[in-house]
């Protein structure tokens, strides 16, 4: 166990120390594809922190990213609006947005959660594309500039990464720090047993709704980010695709904990960057590699590493002489 220890903080040292000189030697299009997966982990480990922490699977979460990347669009593009009020109308938007949505989808559990939260992203996708007038439809908003924030201008990749990675980090520790606390375990309790925990005296159905209203904030910030990425928010932000997208990373690394969206991200942002400059079909290759997941590696890239981890502590693990 001590060896394991020692190997968690020396790569936790390591890991820290390649992303602060990350933008010193990477090349450029290195650097925008970290900022991609950086944006996106976010969105997926609010997809993983309902699914599993709180056993609750929802294909909406594109519903809060997707509103907040158009309030910044829209606010700062058509209004010319000035930051901050264009990030905190989005993060503050995707959170009641949330918060209203919230009360309607925690009355529902397993199969009948995913297919209501499936449609609020399509209902988000309906208005985006009938209100033209507003979002633009299918021509979309260009033209979204990232912020100078405090004199350091975001425009820059460098400044973006470095403003990317603090609220990343930052957004991570808050979750963290939520999942160990007693309102984190009894999401645990209600996931495994939501009988139990209503009859242990929990609000179960209050649990869940503060849950769900807080992945929705989270995947507004990334949707913040997605948008001064990227310069541009069209409707697709509300695609069907990216739901099941966030699905299938989010599982490949595995949901059990935050690394593992986090990992599934930069997976298959790279294969898609890897394999996309060699043959078009790389969506195949990708599919493929997420079936044999699947099949060998139930939980996940991250699980299936834990359990080898396990598995070699207890072959070092000195056994126990019998009498």
């Known amino acids: 166990m001590a060896m394991r220890r020692i190997w968690h903080w020396a790569i936790v040292v390591m890991g820290a120390a390649l992303l602060v000189t990350l933008p010193g030697w990477m090349p450029a299009y290195y650097l925008t594809l970290t900022n991609r997966i950086l944006f996106y982990s976010l969105l997926a480990v609010s997809f993983s922190f309902l699914a599993g922490r709180a ?31 264009p990030v905190v ?26 297919m209501i939260t499936l449609a609020l992203g399509q209902v988000m996708w309906g208005v985006a594309n009938r209100w033209v007038s507003l979002t633009h439809a299918y021509d979309g908003i260009p033209g979204v500039v990232p912020p100078v924030v405090m004199g350091v201008a975001l425009k820059d990749p460098r400044n973006f990464y470095f403003a990317l990675l603090a609220t990343s980090l930052v957004c991570l520790t808050v979750m963290l720090a939520i999942t160990r606390s007693h309102f984190g375990l009894a999401l645990r309790g209600i996931a495994a047993s939501p009988t139990r925990m209503a009859a242990l005296g929990y609000p179960v159905s209050l649990l869940r709704y503060l849950a769900f209203v807080l992945a929705g904030t989270l995947a507004g910030i990334s949707g ?54 060699l043959t078009h079909r790389h969506a195949t290759v990708i599919g493929t590699l997420f079936m044999l997941t699947i099949i060998l590696a139930p939980h996940g890239v991250t699980g299936h590493l834990g359990s080898v981890a396990d598995h070699i502590d207890r072959r070092r693990r000195p056994s126990t002489p019998r009498d």
């Open 55 to 85: 056993g609750m699977t929802s294909l909406g979460q594109v519903a809060f990213f997707g509103f907040a990347a158009y309030a910044v669009g829209i606010m700062s593009v058509r209004y010319s609006i000035a930051f901050p009020w």
């Open 89 to 114: 109308v989005g993060v503050g938007g995707a959170t009641l947005l949330a918060a209203a949505a919230g009360l309607i989808v925690i009355r529902t559990t397993g199969i009948y959660f995913l």
């Open 224 to 277: 913040i980010f997605f948008v001064y990425h990227t310069g541009f928010v069209h409707t697709s932000v509300f695609d069907l695709q990216r739901s099941v997208w966030i699905l299938l990373v989010s599982t490949l690394g595995g949901v059990a904990t935050f690394a593992g969206p986090v990992v599934g991200v930069a997976i298959v942002v790279l294969l898609e960057s890897f394999i996309g400059q």
